[in-house]
């Protein structure tokens, strides 16, 4: 079974804090990586993609490392808002062929 | 209006029943998904369809069909359900020639099965 494994939390964090999850995967010939975030009973929404060269979206930078066959995210300055599941997906084969793996989760719960 | 609707939200059923759950979408995408999740064990793969006439099995079919009525619908059908189906499940959706990558999901359906 294609894995992609990422550490469960609870991550837990006071408000302004700097927070990273990583994940690792196990195919090395994926072509397509994801950070999605999930909020408690609410359906899966894609935050961001992840590029090879790293990417930024306001407070949050997603890197890859593919030789290493790790995904990070960071998030800067947390906010209460942030509190989720934030979900590692991996698209193992890549365009029309592939579906999406996705991680089990790394749960972030941001205090005021 | 939500672009992709599930029915129902929750349903509590008995050992044995046939269940179906039904998706609908009006993003017009071309491809749809059915995910259960579990605790523990994160968003697996039921079925999957590229389109009204392309059915496929994902990780987890057996116990499970599906139906593409046609490119708006996508149900889900538990011909005898037994308690470890009981999970949260998610229909999805995604678009080829917007990238077939982002998936775009419904609100999800309890099921509970006794």
């Known amino acids: 079974r294609k894995e992609v494994e990422q550490d469960p939390g609870p991550f837990n964090v006071p408000e302004g804090a700097t927070v990273a999850f990583n994940c690792t995967y196990s195919n090395s010939a994926s072509q397509s990586f994801f950070w999605y975030r999930q909020d408690c009973r609410k359906e899966p929404k894609l935050l961001m993609s992840v590029y090879s060269s790293g990417n930024e979206d306001g407070r949050f930078t997603a890197q890859l490392n593919r030789a290493s066959q790790y995904i990070s995210l960071l998030i800067r300055d947390s906010k209460l808002s942030d509190s989720a599941t934030y979900l590692c997906v991996v698209n193992f084969y890549g365009g029309s062929q592939g579906n999406l793996i996705f991680g089990k989760g790394t749960k972030l719960s941001v205090k005021p | 209006d939500a672009d992709v609707t599930q029915t129902p939200r929750n349903r509590i059923t008995k050992t044995g029943k046939r269940i179906m759950l039904e998706c609908s979408q009006t993003k017009g995408h071309d491809r749809m998904y059915w995910y259960r999740q579990d605790p523990g064990l994160g968003l697996r793969l039921i079925y999957y369809?590229?389109?009204?006439?392309?059915?496929n099995k994902g990780e987890i079919s057996d116990g499970y069909s599906v139906s593409r009525q046609a490119q708006a619908k996508f149900s889900l059908s538990l011909e005898s359900a037994i308690p470890n189906q009981t999970a949260l499940y998610f229909c999805a959706t995604s678009d080829f020639e917007q990238g077939p990558d982002t998936q775009y999901f419904g609100p999800g359906t309890r099921l509970t099965v006794l």
């Open positions: 369809s590229f389109d009204v006439k392309d059915i």
